[in-house]
């Protein structure tokens, strides 16, 4: 490791990168934000650990599937971490032989300074926009999902798995396959009342809530809210999203919906593609819509050097958000100029035994051969096992059900597929001893 060429520029706008950066974000495309920093508070973790920071973490757990894998040249970030550490982020950026020798064409032309280093510049700033879009891409899907996976960039087959543990009886599906009913959207808001709490917010991605948008019950919802006159049979307008969401919040209390859409590009052997993270089937209800978590950090190993006054010259370094440590640096074989940036840190969601989720896309649907093979009504299969259908309505009843002794098979699993994942789970074990065997 070397000092790199270019020490002059780089060692004047490294200590203003904070400041270089907010100016190049601020004139960046209005979708590219990052809900991370707006509803995740910021903690520090002195130990280095998640698990102990000053954080709610419960009913939060992670496991590591890998230990710690060397940083790959990309243009976005990978993860490395150690079980009960905090993850260790980084970027990595390589300006190769033929673009340094552009810098220095630019300066035996005499181009203005300010010129060069913005070109400079460039690398450090997309390496900590790098940071950012992993962190808001593992924020989205573990707040979408209750979980996280990264897997490496080298390895798919090993990551880091992040588990928030999402309550499983605040956790439902919808009643029936392939629709999505007022009932089952409401469903998550009567069991959150239930339980004392009060929704405040739905999370949705835009696929889904232009799908929910579509729905007859929607278009009806919003006539309803403008006082028209519902004519059976007339065809009714899709609503706008401004106009469902207020007939909405007028119907429920006023609950807001909050909408995502972000995509987030990922590069890997050198291939990009583009994601988006929220998960399209799932609606996520919060009581507090406002701050879900923290962002937990820690400092790096390397951070101490960056800040010590008796560090080598070799690297140029800049820390920015406290966390994120971004260093300059050249070598020789091969001749290239560095540009890494690392952090340690964690999206951590608190409070989920206040968070509810609705999964849309999770429905059971009835053995079409297994019930015309039952001539006498007497079993009922559910995913692939059957059960006396007697056994099943008692349990669905002893569950708070109002299941009918002769209710048709369809009717059964509508009223199971009402049921939190928790519920379900009590189902399944309340029938397993009425399993009919030869089935």
């Given at each position: 490791m070397l000092q790199t060429l270019f020490a002059e520029y780089v060692s004047k706008f490294m200590p203003k990168l904070q400041t270089l950066i907010e100016k190049v974000n601020g004139k960046r495309n209005a979708n590219v934000t990052y809900s991370f920093k707006e509803l995740l508070r910021r903690e520090y973790s002195p130990d280095q650990k998640w698990a102990s920071a000053s954080v709610d973490t419960n009913l939060v757990a992670a496991d590591m599937v890998s230990m710690d894998s060397p940083l790959a040249p990309k243009s976005r970030p990978t993860l490395s971490t150690?079980?009960?550490?905090?993850?260790?982020?980084?970027?990595?950026?390589?300006?190769?032989?033929?673009?340094?020798?552009?810098?220095?064409?630019?300066?035996?032309?005499?181009?203005?300074?300010?010129?060069?280093?913005?070109?400079?510049?460039?690398?450090?700033?997309?390496?900590?926009?790098?940071?950012?879009?992993?962190?808001?891409?593992?924020?989205?899907?573990?707040?979408?999902?209750?979980?996280?996976i990264v897997p490496s960039a080298d390895d798919p087959s090993v990551g880091l798995r992040i588990d928030y543990k999402y309550l499983k009886e605040n956790q439902f599906g919808v009643e029936v396959k392939d629709a999505i009913s007022y009932e089952d959207v409401r469903r998550p808001i009567e069991a959150a009342d239930a339980k004392g709490d009060t929704i405040s917010t739905i999370f949705v991605s835009r696929a889904l809530h232009t799908k929910l948008r579509n729905t007859q019950w929607a278009k009806e919802l919003v006539a309803n809210y403008r006082g028209q006159t519902i004519v059976s049979g007339a065809v009714l307008p899709v609503p706008t999203a401004t106009a469902f969401n207020e007939a909405f919040a007028d119907d429920n209390n006023g609950i807001t919906f909050r909408?995502?859409?972000?995509?987030?590009?990922?590069?890997?052997?050198?291939?990009?593609?583009?994601?988006?993270?929220?998960?399209?089937?799932?609606?996520?209800?919060?009581?507090?819509?406002?701050?879900?978590?923290?962002?937990?950090?820690?400092?790096?190993?390397?951070?101490?050097?960056?800040?010590?006054?008796?560090?080598?010259?070799?690297?140029?370094?800049?820390?920015?958000?406290?966390?994120?440590?971004v260093a300059r640096y050249r070598t020789t074989n091969p001749y290239q100029e560095h540009t890494t940036a690392q952090a340690m840190a964690l999206p951590v969601i608190e409070n989920v035994d206040q968070i509810y989720v609705l999964h849309t896309d999770e429905a059971e649907v009835v053995d079409e051969t297994a019930e015309t093979a039952d001539t006498d009504d007497s079993t009922f299969t559910y995913k692939g096992k059957t059960y006396t259908k007697s056994a099943v309505i008692n349990a669905l009843n002893n569950l708070g059900s109002a299941t009918k002794a002769d209710a048709a098979d369809s009717t059964v699993m509508r009223h199971i597929n009402m049921l939190s994942e928790d519920e379900e789970e009590k189902l399944l074990a309340a029938i397993a001893s009425s399993e009919v065997s030869g089935e």
């Open positions: 150690a079980s009960g550490e905090l993850p260790k982020i980084g970027t990595y950026r390589i300006m190769k032989e033929s673009e340094i020798n552009q810098i220095n064409l630019m300066r035996q032309q005499n181009r203005p300074a300010p010129e060069i280093a913005q070109r400079l510049s460039q690398d450090p700033v997309d390496c900590v926009n790098g940071i950012d879009e992993r962190l808001e891409m593992a924020f989205l899907q573990g707040l979408s999902e209750g979980m996280v909408i995502f859409d972000r995509s987030i590009r990922l590069e890997s052997n050198g291939k990009r593609t583009s994601v988006k993270p929220f998960n399209e089937n799932n609606l996520i209800y919060l009581v507090d819509g406002s701050q879900v978590g923290a962002l937990v950090w820690g400092t790096l190993a390397e951070a101490a050097e960056a800040n010590s006054e008796t560090r080598s010259t070799a690297a140029i370094y800049s820390i920015v958000d406290q966390f994120k440590l």
